[in-house]
């Protein structure tokens, strides 16, 4: 049985929208941008949404936003996808990567000693869809030694007054804490809507605001609409209508806006998003939840609290007590029976591009852990209950066979998950 790892939601209500948007005969940056960042707003009650080309453009630009230089440092978790460490390189900053916690998310202790006068700003990282504890993380960047330490260096950096929270909430479209929208919780979050995500623009991405009171959303989203167009004053369509040719470059800003075309696959997928792509995600979250967890060799993922839930865009099972090796070895067999899987995430010092610049898996003994252990299963709205048998089925085999042994059924004492 072939069974693909994640593939793009597409059905009719996206072809209609995208035809949509080709009749009209305007394909980039215009209606259906707003309409989606409209509804992006909606679900998540944030005080402003720009949609940009990728999370990567959409981090490169509030790091350039805040005034991130040479000299400053970004405090991340060595557990993410290299994009999170790329963008802060790419403002000729520095990645100071930290450690994670058992359920994947930054380790608050650990940010709290890597911060140093340099520290500009923080991204958390809510891998497959669960929430990192944002509350943590502002209670220790508003500890007043840790103010103190803070130097503003720009204009936003005087306004903020404090290190920066932001969220790469890449995989955590719909996930809540304290029953709303997590991405709440941050200053800044960032969403990606790259075609493996659980809502996909092809390539794309969401800057979502929620700075403080002090800030003037308007005219941000302005500045920022602006960023996205090299620094232009007048958008296409505004450009488009007769008479509107003169414009002016106000700043040196990037291009990363996103096409209509783009936004259009999207705004069909979010659209329904709430009401039946995550709950069916969620569904098969439980389904898998249940298969797995009277086995003891199983190590389930956090999927929610009495604080948090999450998105259910991952299902990184974690297998106890084996090596890496032994986890390579499960992964070939389960892929020899065409289900594909995937590792979330090789973390960061592992990879030549890191090594190079000196980091060593060695300081980062729990993202290793986890990496050692992890198998991503297939999860989307499209996954048939036959299929996702075949996958439990596949899984339990796979790891018998590696293991050698019989794997035992826990005792029938109720765990608490
Ligand atoms: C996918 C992903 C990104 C990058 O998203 P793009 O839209 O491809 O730039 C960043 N962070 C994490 C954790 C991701 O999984």
Request: proline share 5%.
């Amino acid at each position: 049985m072939q069974i693909p790892f994640s593939p793009p939601y597409i059905d009719q209500g996206v072809v209609d929208e995208v035809v949509d948007t080709l009749k009209t005969n305007w394909i980039t940056t215009g209606p259906k941008v707003i309409a989606m960042e409209k509804e992006i707003v909606k679900l998540t009650s944030t005080k402003a949404a720009i949609c940009v080309n990728s999370w990567t453009s959409g981090a490169i630009l509030m790091l350039k936003w805040f005034g991130i230089k040479p000299g400053d440092e970004v405090i991340i978790p060595a557990y993410t996808y290299c994009a999170t460490a790329l963008s802060v390189l790419h403002c000729g900053a520095t990645p100071v990567m930290v450690d994670i916690n058992r359920d994947f998310c930054i380790d608050p202790e650990a940010v709290y000693k890597a911060i140093t006068p340099k520290t500009k700003a923080i991204f958390a990282v809510d891998i497959a869809g669960w929430p990192c504890d944002y509350s943590k993380l502002m209670e220790i960047i508003n500890r007043r030694g840790v103010k103190k330490l803070f130097r503003a260096e720009s204009l936003k950096q005087t306004v903020l007054n404090r290190i920066l929270l932001i969220a790469d909430a890449a995989h955590s479209l719909g996930a809540k804490t304290n029953g709303h929208a997590a991405a709440l919780e941050s200053d800044v979050a960032i969403f990606s809507f790259h075609a493996v995500k659980n809502v996909t623009t092809a390539e794309g991405g969401c800057i979502c605001l929620n700075l403080p009171g002090n800030f003037d959303i308007d005219a941000e989203y302005k500045y920022l609409k602006m960023y996205t167009l090299n620094g232009q004053n007048k958008n296409a369509l505004e450009k488009a209508k007769g008479g509107g040719w003169r414009y002016d470059i106000l700043f040196q800003g990037l291009k990363i806006n996103m096409p209509d075309i783009c936004a259009a696959i999207g705004l069909a997928q979010i659209k329904k998003y709430e009401t039946l792509l995550l709950p069916m995600r969620k569904a098969i979250a439980l389904k898998y939840k249940k298969a797995f967890e009277d086995f003891e060799v199983f190590e389930l993922p956090p999927l929610f609290d009495h604080k948090r839930e999450s998105s259910y865009h991952l299902f990184p099972l974690r297998i106890k007590n084996i090596t890496e090796q032994q986890r390579d070895q499960i992964i070939d067999d389960i892929v020899s029976k065409e289900v594909v899987v995937n590792v979330h995430f090789v973390p960061l010092p592992m990879l030549t591009c890191f090594k190079n610049l000196g980091y060593s898996i060695h300081d980062f003994p729990m993202s290793y852990n986890q990496y050692s252990r992890e198998i991503s299963l297939p999860i989307y709205p499209q996954l048939s209950d036959a299929k996702i048998e075949f996958i439990v089925s596949t899984v339990i085999n796979a790891v018998k066979n590696a293991m050698a042994s019989k794997i035992e059924k826990k005792e029938k004492i109720e765990i608490a998950f």
